[in-house]
Nanobody
């Protein structure tokens, strides 16, 4: 079992920055890929960024160049640095761990409870 706890969300003005953290605990050895997703009100959850155990990263087009995903394996923590935020980035942000490079589906995928990010104009 894997437990994920996000933190770092909040209210920020457009153009500002936030850093989200996702602390993992439990049996995470097999869950090599960490990702961030978000869900805005009335919209489907969408993928934001992912990082492999070796540090390979990948970003959705909407955040590329503004967001940076990183991980500290010694602390079992994944981060999402978000810069140049806009009101369109307002959403609940979720982290997940999974054993493969897929974006959706499959077994053994774990999600955190989410952290709210609100960007005011």
């Amino acid at each position: 079992q894997v437990q994920l706890a996000e933190s770092g969300g909040g209210l920020v003005q457009a153009g500002g920055s936030l850093r989200l953290s996702c602390a993992a605990s439990g049996n995470i050895f097999k869950f090599n890929v960490a990702g961030w997703y978000r869900q805005a009100p009335g919209k489907q959850r969408e993928w934001v960024a992912r990082i492999s155990g070796g540090g390979t990263t990948d970003y959705a087009a909407s955040v590329k160049g503004r967001f940076t995903i990183s991980r500290d394996n010694t602390k079992n923590t994944v981060y999402l640095q978000m810069n140049s935020l806009s009101p369109e980035d307002t959403a609940v942000y979720y982290c997940n761990y999974r054993p493969d490079w897929k974006l959706w589906g499959g077994p053994n995928v774990y999600w955190g409870q989410g952290t709210q990010v609100t960007v005011s104009s």
